[in-house]
């Protein structure tokens, strides 16, 4: 009966012995856990940044598209003006020189 005894303390010790290992994995696992949620939180964070850097650079090109095609726009309404100023000077003096002809 006494073996009985001894060996069931044994067991039990042996238990509580595991219990502490598994214990201090356990806590090792949660540190290593919440690292890696610290880190999974600053990779969000970095990608969030880029997305914003990325709109940011889209917008900036698109604005310089708009910039470029105002300024072909402005270009080409300037040329239609000189054109139209221009078109009756050239149209005059060979109007003139039809009815000095005539």
Same mark, same amino acid.
């Given at each position: 009966?006494?073996? *009985?005894?001894?060996?069931?303390?044994?067991?039990?010790?042996?238990?509580?012995?595991?219990?502490?290992?598994?214990?201090?994995?356990? /806590? /090792?696992? !949660?540190?290593?856990?919440?690292?890696? $949620?610290? !880190?999974?939180?600053?990779?969000?964070?970095?990608?969030?940044?880029? *997305?914003?850097? /990325? *709109?940011?650079?889209?917008?900036?090109? $698109?604005?310089?598209?708009?910039?470029? !095609?105002?300024?072909?726009?402005?270009?080409?309404?300037?040329?239609?003006?000189?054109?139209?100023?221009?078109?009756?000077?050239?149209?005059?003096?060979?109007?003139? /020189?039809?009815?000095d002809a005539a």
């Open positions: 009966m006494l073996s *009985e005894i001894e060996h069931a303390h044994r067991v039990v010790a042996d238990l509580r012995l595991r219990m502490e290992r598994q214990r201090g994995r356990l /806590a /090792a696992a !949660e540190q290593q856990c919440e690292r890696c $949620r610290e !880190e999974l939180i600053e990779a969000a964070r970095a990608r969030r940044a880029l *997305e914003r850097l /990325a *709109e940011r650079g889209a917008s900036e090109h $698109r604005r310089l598209l708009q910039q470029q !095609e105002q300024r072909e726009l402005n270009e080409a309404a300037i040329m239609r003006y000189l054109m139209a100023d221009e078109a009756p000077k050239l149209v005059t003096p060979t109007a003139a /020189a039809h009815k």
